[in-house]
């Protein structure tokens, strides 16, 4: 089993700069994934970032040029640096961790973006 733990998030003007963290404890093994989804009210869950434990990236097309993914692998945490929020990335940020084809969830972080 693995666990997520989130920080971050909260209320930013349009055009802010929010950090998530997400520490992950348990059973973590080599190769992974973690990264980030959201789910806006109403909307799909989608993906925002990912990452490899080897380095390899995927963005949301509508994220990228303003969100960046990374991981301390020795720590076992990723974060996402979100620049430029626009009211339209408000939504319910996902933690996420992927190995051998079995998913993790955080327990959501709320990030709010309005004036």
């Known amino acids: 089993q693995v666990q997520l733990v989130e920080s971050g998030g909260g209320l930013v003007q349009p055009g802010g700069s929010l950090r998530l963290s997400c520490a992950a404890s348990g059973s973590i093994f080599s190769p992974n994934t973690m990264g980030w989804y959201r789910q806006a009210p109403g909307k799909r869950r989608e993906l925002v970032a990912t990452l490899t434990s080897y380095g390899s990236t995927n963005y949301a097309d509508s994220v990228k040029g303003r969100f960046t993914v990374s991981r301390d692998n020795a720590r076992n945490t990723v974060h996402l640096q979100m620049n430029s929020l626009k009211p339209e990335d408000a939504a319910v940020y996902y933690c996420?961790?992927?190995?051998?084809?079995?998913?993790?969830w955080g327990q959501g972080s709320q990030v709010t973006v309005s004036s």
């Open positions: 996420y961790f992927r190995h051998l084809n079995k998913d993790y």
